[in-house]
Nanobody
Framework: QVQLVESGGGLVQAGGSLRLSCAAS????????MGWFRQAPGKGREFVSA????????YYADSVKGRFTISRDNDKNTVYLQMNNLKPEDTAVYYC???????????????WGQGTQVTVSS
């Protein structure tokens, strides 16, 4: 398993941008499908974005498509989430996740980060 540590969260005004980073430990990082999930207060954890182990395939929730970009650097064992044009409804704790399967959903995640808070003010 990999250990995941997120960073980059914070408070931003609507329309602003943030870049989340997720650093992974372990030599097998490049074999994992990586993803980002988020959980707003009183709601369940939802899928945001995912990237294949090679980085050649990316997936996004409809709510963030066109605004968020996921990427990874396998040499640095890091995955990123660039978030632009942020909206108040993007406010949530954002979690980095790793899965050994090609499909990453909450039930296939093998490792979770501790989460980083993103707050978007209107």
């Amino acid at each position: 398993q990999v250990q995941l540590v997120e960073s980059g969260g914070g408070l931003v005004q609507a329309g602003g941008s943030l870049r989340l980073s997720c650093a992974a430990s372990g030599r097998t990082f490049r074999s994992y499908t990586m993803g980002w999930f988020r959980q707003a207060p009183g709601k369940g954890r939802e899928f945001v974005s995912a990237i294949s182990w090679l980085g050649d395939a990316t997936y996004y929730a409809d709510s963030v498509k066109g605004r968020f970009t996921i990427s990874r650097d396998n040499d640095k064992n890091t995955v990123y989430l660039q978030m632009n044009n942020l909206k108040p409804e993007d406010t949530a704790v954002y979690y980095c996740a790793a899965a050994t399967s090609t499909v990453i959903i909450t039930t296939t995640v093998s490792s979770w980060g501790q989460g980083t808070q993103v707050t978007v003010s209107s």
